[in-house]
């Protein structure tokens, strides 16, 4: 509430106790109260809505606030199953809303230059991360240590490697309540050898926040606990191997990595804002807390199961070939492939069952949903989001500025650039940035897009021009002002508001 409300933005608070309420309306005046979630999703002038709330209660009162058009940032985890997490991110990508997740870390100024420093390659090819995230601190009832402390330092790996786990185990420690452990050992395997452990314990002597990435050039050491000017230190310890002979480790000169202080919390609440009036997704989005909560069901899962590694709720992992580059910091979904030569950079985002062809370049940021196809030679720059099930034909060109100079930089001036779902870009087609390609749109092969395609358009020319109509199964049909047929699958569209076509 405090960071709210210094940033101007806090309009009511709601909690059911009268008690907090008292205490809220002591430190902040002039914001408003209510006792009913009902009450307050119904005021017009409500536009975001944060879930502060037990973790049990986060999956129902996010997905109340979607239905009733809001933005949300829910605290982590974003629910307590992955059905419910699935749930909340297929109705805020269908409202068109924006669902973010409390995990700070993925704003915490030093994880963002710690995941910098590993992108350059100064640690080599990291083999390892521990995670430490203890404390005599508040012992919950409503959730165990795994849920409660370890979603901070999962988030944080999965952005620091770009990949989900393939493999789970957890162990359980001290049990001061019956069935809800005190602590946990959790032990993460990825894709390529990578191995991870987060200890996680709300009942331990001593404080402590740390993280460690290890890797064969080098460590980085995370101390959330340290003064700003030590919370992250490169150490550049290195092993040597003499023939026939035992290894030996060469020490390092630690070195401070600077880090601008900066609250986390304040840089989370200043992304969600962004997020909702860019209508951009944030760092956090729902599809990076969904990835959160599979590795926390799959612990969980291990540990109901006396530690038996278990597989996250998706079996199917990301192919990458080893000629390709994925950034640390870049997510893929379960089944996505990528081909040779290809480069994913950090903070895209992929969707499930994707496939990136030969010499493709996803930039920064770029949001991609399930079932894409891009196909080979394809550069999608930033500021471009491409919906569900989109096809991009070879050589497809996307631009982010309308008027480029080499010589001026005009990265502040990129325009954002949609393709809705089900649309298909033609071989050697250009998408001028800041249009929106509509719903199972078609453009030809070699047409320049310079203005918004309706849904369900066959685009075509120079500059391109509607030249018919395009069924969702693909079947064409001639440009019509009236009601238009698929005399191949059935389907019934006419015209919409937009000069577009949709289904009967």
């Known amino acids: 509430?405090?960071?709210?409300?210094?940033?101007?933005?806090?309009?009511?608070?709601?909690?059911?106790?009268?008690?907090?309420?008292?205490?809220?309306?002591?430190?902040?005046?002039?914001?408003?109260?209510?006792?009913?979630?009902?009450?307050v999703l119904a005021r017009g002038d409500v536009d975001a809505v944060v879930v502060a709330t037990p973790a049990p209660t986060h999956a129902a009162l996010a997905l109340a606030a979607l239905e009733a058009g809001k933005d949300v940032l829910v605290e982590k985890p974003m629910a307590t199953t992955v059905a419910d997490g699935e749930r909340?991110?297929?109705?805020?990508?269908?409202?068109?809303?924006?669902?973010?997740?409390?995990?700070?870390?993925?704003?915490?100024?030093?994880?963002?230059?710690?995941?910098?420093?590993?992108?350059?390659?100064?640690?080599?090819?990291?083999h390892s991360v521990s995670a430490n995230r203890l404390n005599l601190g508040r012992i919950r009832t409503g959730e165990n240590a795994l849920w409660s402390l370890a979603p901070h330092d999962i988030a944080l790996l999965l952005r620091?490697?770009?990949?989900?786990?393939?493999?789970?185990?957890?162990?359980?420690?001290?049990?001061?309540?019956?069935?809800?452990?005190?602590?946990?050992?959790?032990?993460?395997?990825?894709?390529?050898?990578?191995?991870?452990?987060?200890?996680?314990?709300?009942?331990?002597?001593?404080?402590?926040h740390r993280l460690v990435v290890a890797g064969e050039a080098g460590m980085a050491v995370f101390d959330d606990i340290a003064a700003w000017?030590?919370?992250?230190?490169?150490?550049?310890?290195?092993?040597?191997?003499?023939?026939?002979?035992?290894?030996?480790?060469?020490?390092?000169?630690?070195?401070?990595v600077p880090v601008e202080p900066g609250e986390p919390l304040e840089r989370q609440a200043r992304a969600f804002l962004?997020?909702?009036?860019?209508?951009?997704?944030?760092?956090?989005?729902?599809?990076?807390?969904?990835?959160?909560?599979?590795?926390?069901?799959?612990?969980?899962?291990?540990?109901?199961?006396?530690?038996?590694?278990?597989?996250?709720?998706?079996?199917?992992?990301?192919?990458?070939?080893?000629?390709?580059?994925?950034?640390?910091?870049?997510?893929?979904?379960?089944?996505?492939?990528?081909w040779h030569f290809s480069h994913v950079s950090e903070g895209a985002w992929l969707g499930e069952r994707c496939v990136?062809?030969?010499?493709?370049?996803?930039?920064?940021?770029?949001?991609?949903?399930?079932?894409?196809?891009?196909?080979?030679?394809?550069s999608v720059y930033e500021g471009v989001t491409l919906e569900d099930?989109?096809?991009?034909?070879?050589?497809?060109?996307?631009?982010?500025?309308?008027?480029?100079?080499s010589e001026i930089d005009r990265r502040a001036e990129f325009s954002p650039t949609l393709v809705r779902r089900g649309a298909t870009l033609g071989a050697n087609a250009t998408i001028v940035c800041g249009v929106t390609v509509g719903r199972y749109a078609f453009v030809g092969a070699g047409a320049v897009v310079t203005r918004d395609v309706p849904d369900h358009a066959l685009v075509l020319g120079v500059p391109a021009a509607v030249a018919g109509w395009v069924c969702t199964c693909g079947s064409r049909r001639p440009a019509s002002e009236g009601e238009v047929a698929c005399t191949s699958c059935g389907r019934a569209y006419r015209p919409s508001g937009d000069g577009g076509l949709a289904g009967v």
């Open 88 to 126: 909340l991110v297929a109705t805020a990508e269908r409202l068109g809303r924006v669902l973010a997740v409390g995990h700070l870390l993925e704003h915490h100024p030093a994880v963002e230059a710690l995941v910098r420093l590993a992108r350059t390659g100064a640690l080599g090819r990291v």
């Open 389 to 405: 099930h989109v096809f991009c034909g070879p050589s497809v060109v996307f631009t982010n500025v309308r008027d480029p100079r």
């Open 160 to 208: 620091l490697l770009g990949r989900e786990p393939d493999a789970v185990a957890c162990a359980p420690g001290g049990a001061l309540q019956s069935g809800i452990p005190d602590a946990a050992v959790t032990t993460l395997g990825f894709p390529g050898g990578v191995r991870a452990r987060v200890v996680s314990s709300w009942f331990h002597p001593f404080k402590e």
């Open 274 to 338: 962004a997020a909702v009036r860019s209508r951009r997704a944030p760092r956090n989005d729902g599809r990076s807390g969904l990835a959160v909560l599979r590795v926390l069901d799959a612990a969980q899962r291990s540990m109901d199961a006396g530690g038996v590694p278990q597989y996250p709720a998706s079996e199917v992992h990301p192919d990458v070939h080893p000629t390709a580059v994925v950034d640390p910091g870049a997510v893929l979904g379960a089944g996505t492939r990528v």
């Open 356 to 378: 990136l062809g030969q010499n493709v370049f996803v930039g920064r940021g770029v949001r991609i949903g399930d079932g894409v196809k891009v196909q080979n030679n394809v």
């Open 229 to 256: 000017p030590d919370k992250l230190v490169h150490h550049t310890h290195r092993v040597d191997w003499g023939q026939g002979q035992a290894p030996v480790v060469q020490p390092g000169e630690p070195r401070r």
């Open 1 to 39: 509430m405090r960071t709210w409300d210094r940033l101007g933005v806090l309009r009511v608070v709601c909690d059911p106790d009268q008690a907090r309420l008292a205490e809220v309306k002591a430190e902040h005046a002039e914001v408003e109260l209510d006792s009913d979630p009902a009450f």
